[in-house]
């Protein structure tokens, strides 16, 4: 599985951005998308995720905030990221599960300045 990630950049503190991450493969065949996020000294963790089965995980510092989604029409999934704060800095990572492997895509930098 292929995964070309976009979106991302600079923003202020309470601005939006959006992350895209589209899949070489039919998103009906994969167990779930989502995305991690890396920030400088810390460990990678997972942000959102939306699996096969219409559910969706939120990590509890974005709930509210974000909101994933999919297009199965475009194999792509889209992570919606509203009132942005200084400390959701970090690399984001798009990864999608199937059968029993995680693929990822490349690394896209959010950066929210106060």
């Known amino acids: 599985v292929q995964l070309q990630a976009s979106g991302g950049g600079l923003v202020q503190a309470g601005g939006s951005l959006r992350l895209s991450c589209a899949a070489s493969?039919?998103?009906?065949?994969?167990?779930?998308m989502g995305w991690h996020r890396q920030a400088p000294g810390k460990q990678r963790e997972l942000v959102a995720r939306?699996?096969?089965?219409?559910?969706?995980y939120y990590a509890d510092s974005v709930k509210g905030r974000f909101t994933i989604s999919r297009d199965n029409a475009t194999n792509t999934a889209y992570l919606q990221m509203n009132s942005l704060k200084p400390e959701d800095t970090a690399v984001y990572y798009c990864?999608?599960?199937?059968?029993?492997?995680?693929?990822w895509g490349q690394g896209t930098q959010v950066t929210v300045s106060s």
């Open positions: 990864h999608a599960l199937y059968l029993n492997a995680a693929y």
């Open positions: 939306i699996y096969k089965v219409p559910t969706t």
């Open positions: 493969k039919d998103m009906f065949r994969l167990n779930a």
